[in-house]
């Protein structure tokens, strides 16, 4: 299964991304649970909004 974790640049999702040919990655919590989906549409946004060294999104931070 290949797969994103929180934490992982962006920049780094292209080349999983392209290398495997696959649209769509799976992001991974550390228990391995889904914590959300990053797609090609949102690497060419992060890409088109200069977003390429920001990281992926960490769904268990809290800052309510």
Known sequence: ???A?????????????SDT???AL??????DK????VTQSDLISGLFQGRLTE???DQKREDA
């Open 21 to 23: 040919h696959i649209h």
């Open 5 to 17: 974790r929180p934490g992982m640049l962006i920049a780094d999702l292209v080349p999983l991304m």
């Open 34 to 37: 889904l914590a959300g989906i």
């Open 1 to 3: 299964l290949v797969a």
């Open 55 to 57: 990281e992926t999104p």
């Open 26 to 31: 799976p992001v991974l919590d550390d228990h």
